[in-house]
Nanobody
Framework: QVQLVESGGGLVQPGESLRLSCAASGFIFRLYAMDWYRQAPGNQREYVAR???????NYADFVKGRFTISRDNAKNTVYLQMNTLKPEDTAVYYCHARVEIQDYWGQGTQVTVSS
């Protein structure tokens, strides 16, 4: 079965960096686009970034120039490099894949940006 497992979250100060990872299994990873979403307390889950199987990327406006999504198809892993973090980036970050019209989500990893 499809599984997505995020890691790499934590507590950082404003301006610092974090790299999130999402390890995928149960499907042919290299064929599918992978997304990152986030959800802050009291807010709806929102789209952050996408990378296609071919490596094309897309970002939400609020992370352009600060976040970079990448993937390693040999490791079945997608990454989110987050630089110049702001307090408003505080959220639970989720990995997402749509495989055969079914949506799959990881359990999420908490990112807290605070001084």
């Amino acid at each position: 079965q499809v599984q997505l497992v995020e890691s790499g979250g934590g507590l950082v100060q404003p301006g610092e960096s974090l790299r999130l990872s999402c390890a995928a299994s149960g499907f042919i990873f290299r064929l599918y686009a992978m997304d990152w979403y986030r959800q802050a307390p009291g807010n709806q889950r929102e789209y952050v970034a996408r990378i296609t199987g071919g490596g094309s990327t897309n970002y939400a406006d609020f992370v352009k120039g600060r976040f970079t999504i990448s993937r390693d198809n040999a490791k079945n892993t997608v990454y989110l490099q987050m630089n110049t973090l702001k307090p408003e980036d505080t959220a639970v970050y989720y990995c997402h894949a749509r495989v055969e019209i079914q949506d799959y989500w990881g359990q999420g990893t908490q990112v807290t940006v605070s001084s």
